[in-house]
């Protein structure tokens, strides 16, 4: 059973930074997507940044240049540093997991975490 672990949200000013961690439990198979999603009330949910199993990453272009994926392997745990952080970054934070390459359309992965919370105000 694939389990989803998010933390690390919080409340932080514009200009700040966070960093969120997911820690995954219960998945086994080689070749994967890990994906980091935000929505905002009102809004559609919306791929930030993904990382695949071979450690390629793809990014939002909302985010490029102040968002970092990584993961650790060894932890089974993916990262989101979050720099210079804007009031429209304000939203509940989801990491995903899916079984294939990476694409940032939030109906393609399989597993959801229960989300995080980032709010930035100006």
């Known amino acids: 059973q694939v389990q989803l672990v998010e933390s690390g949200g919080g409340s932080v000013q514009a200009g700040g930074s966070l960093r969120l961690s997911c820690a995954a439990f219960g998945y086994t198979y080689s070749t994967y997507c890990m994906g980091w999603f935000r929505q905002a009330p009102g809004k559609e949910r919306e791929g930030v940044a993904a990382?695949?199993?071979?450690?390629?990453?793809t990014y939002a272009d909302s985010v490029k240049g102040r968002f970092t994926i990584s993961q650790d392997n060894a932890k089974n745990t993916l990262y989101l540093e979050m720099n210079n952080l804007k009031p429209e970054d304000t939203a509940m934070y989801y990491c995903a997991l899916r079984w294939a390459g990476c694409v940032l359309i939030a109906g393609w992965y399989n597993h959801w975490g229960q989300g995080t919370q980032v709010t930035v105000s100006s």
């Open positions: 990382i695949d199993s071979d450690g390629s990453t």
